[in-house]
């Protein structure tokens, strides 16, 4: 039986700082790899690890990493499969370096980020994301969450959930469309109840600055992963972050990153469609050509003619 959880941590120094992780994976009877995997001492053993844990049929991927933090970041960067990151708690700066580090992320690799030190968090998400497909499991999470009822099983659909975000809606409807996901919609936040009628296997749920509990407060009512997008006009106070990651369990993207919302949420549902796992290798390839070209192009033009061009 395939291991559906890995957890990586880039020092073993950071192993008793999430253990709180390791025991709620145990209660819950998840089984998971535990590996010590530095992104800066050990870069190709890193990376090609995080290339393996696909045919190796793992659902998500726990991260844990201080300070500079890019453990979470460059697992995301070589892997399809969901990576949620645990800033570790830094004596400097108390964590803010660590989840600043790992949250905002840029477009095309998402990580969903979790509250400084809330590796418990992490599991719960960890485990929600693989018991989409186990009955079981997902039976053991209601109950040590307090969660009643009997959702519908889980199928090929996203829930948008929040205020009326229209611009960032779209981007992450079109994005989730192009990804060849079957099926997506937009609710209410409050109508938690109907989205597990509906069957989602994520729910994206917008944030801004007079709301940002809404994700926490969605997430205390059903066991389908959050992912909270956090949405902001401007510059933002610095408890912005953390007043959004308070309370959980949630997966937060960077602020004003609709597009790795939907990304995320299609890695969950690339856990259980070919297609859509396809669809995300080509988006990913996509990306990287991108870079490409504009590398050939600064090389073949010159430094000062190609600032000129971006000037205009």
């Known amino acids: 039986m395939s291991l559906p959880v890995e957890v990586r941590v880039g020092s073993d120094s950071d192993l008793p700082k999430i253990e709180r992780a390791f025991a709620a994976l145990e209660a819950l009877g998840v089984r998971f790899d535990a590996r010590v995997l530095s992104a800066h001492r050990t870069p190709q053993r890193m990376a090609a690890r995080a290339r393996e844990l696909e045919g190796l049929m793992y659902k998500v991927v726990i991260a844990a990493a201080g300070g500079a933090a890019h453990l979470p970041g460059m697992t995301a960067s070589e892997t399809l499969i969901p990576v949620l990151g645990i800033p570790v708690e830094t004596s400097q700066l108390k964590g803010m370096d660590s989840l600043l580090s790992i949250i905002q992320m840029p477009e095309g690799v998402p990580v969903g980020t979790v509250g400084v030190a809330q590796a418990e968090h992490a599991a719960l998400l960890a485990a929600q994301i693989a018991a ?59 109508a938690v109840a109907d989205i597990e009628k509906a069957g989602a296997r994520a729910i994206i749920a917008w944030a801004e600055v007079d ?56 890695m969950i549902v690339g856990n259980a469609s070919p297609a859509v796992r396809d669809h995300l290798r080509a988006h990913r390839e996509r990306l990287s050509e991108e870079v490409e070209k504009k590398d050939g192009k600064l090389r073949e033009r010159g430094l000062r003619a190609y600032l000129d061009d971006l000037k205009k």
Do not use: H, Q, W, Y
């Open 211 to 266: 709301s940002l509990s809404r994700p926490a407060e969605i997430a205390a009512r059903t066991d389908i992963p959050v992912i909270a997008a956090p949405l902001a006009t401007g510059p933002v106070s610095s408890d912005f972050l953390p007043r959004l990651l308070e309370k959980g369990p949630v997966a937060a993207m960077g602020i004003n990153r609709p597009k790795n919302a939907a990304l995320f949420a299609a």
């Open 132 to 190: 989409l497909d186990d009955p079981a499991l997902r039976a053991r999470i209601r109950a040590r969450r307090g969660l009643g009822g009997s959702p519908a099983p889980a199928r090929e659909f996203v829930a948008l959930a929040g205020p009326k975000a229209e611009k960032p809606c779209r981007e992450a409807m079109d994005l989730l469309t192009e990804l060849g996901v079957k099926d997506a919609a937009v609710f209410e936040a409050g």
